[in-house]
């Protein structure tokens, strides 16, 4: 089945740290974005792809980084610069409106 | 029971009832429409979607009006079961922006038994 997998479910992140999100979609799309999700809040762009090798910051960057070197794969890193990590992080890719991964809960320890 | 995203963003409905959940979308050039459903540590699903050219599209237990004269969007749920409590999300794709898509901040559904 064609899809998106986001991994790990839950990830532990250390004060200084840098950890990295993955997301793999097998759904032959071109775009690809990351989200941010906030208790209580919407969704807030973080990074997105339109292409191989090619990514744009969204509204809320700082603080994080991308790489896109293959179309199934767009991984986010979430650096130590960003100072307040914890939430729920969303991958989605899009043809035609967005398919969502399942989701990887960050928290700060 | 009725709702309107952002000032209202809980709904609480019996079991059985209607729901309407209400949607104020932020650019008129918007051309497409979806509403998603997302339960409690899952990413979003579609439910339902409509383009600027249709007023109203009919699914399977769910529809969407669409007016664009006051940029309003509504998800009406028809006999709303305990299955459908989570939060539902609008979002809007705006062409100048590459049709990347911009998402509303939601509205919780709660059904009672």
């Known amino acids: 089945d064609g899809g998106i997998t986001q991994s790990p479910k839950y990830l532990f992140r250390k004060e200084g740290q840098n950890v990295t999100l993955s997301c793999e979609q097998n759904l032959n799309h071109d775009a690809m974005y990351w989200y941010r999700q906030d208790p209580g809040q919407g969704l807030r762009l973080i990074y997105y792809?339109?292409?191989?090798?090619?990514?744009q910051k969204g509204d809320i960057a700082e603080g994080y980084s991308v790489s896109r070197e293959k179309k199934e794969s767009f991984p986010l890193t979430v650096t130590s610069a960003q100072k307040n990590p914890t939430a729920f992080y969303l991958c989605?890719?899009?043809?035609?409106?967005?398919?969502f991964g399942s989701g990887t809960r960050l928290t700060v320890v | 029971g009725e709702s309107v995203g952002l000032h209202l963003p809980t709904l609480s409905v019996q079991e059985g009832d209607n729901s309407i959940i209400n949607c104020a979308y932020s650019n008129s050039a918007s051309d497409y429409f979806i509403w998603y459903k997302q339960e409690s540590g899952k990413g979003p699903q579609f439910i339902i979607d409509?383009?600027?050219?249709?007023d109203k599209r009919q699914g399977q237990r769910v529809t969407v009006l669409l007016n664009k004269t006051v940029k309003h969007l509504s998800l009406q749920i028809a006999a709303t079961q305990p299955g459908d409590s989570a939060v539902y999300f609008c979002?809007?794709?705006?062409?100048?922006?590459?049709?990347?898509?911009?998402f509303g901040a939601g509205t919780r559904l709660t059904v009672k038994p």
């Open positions: 989605a890719s899009s043809s035609h409106g967005y398919t």
């Open positions: 979002a809007e794709s705006i062409p100048r922006y590459n049709n990347d898509m911009r």
């Open positions: 792809s339109q292409i191989v090798n090619d990514f």
């Open positions: 409509i383009r600027s050219n249709m």
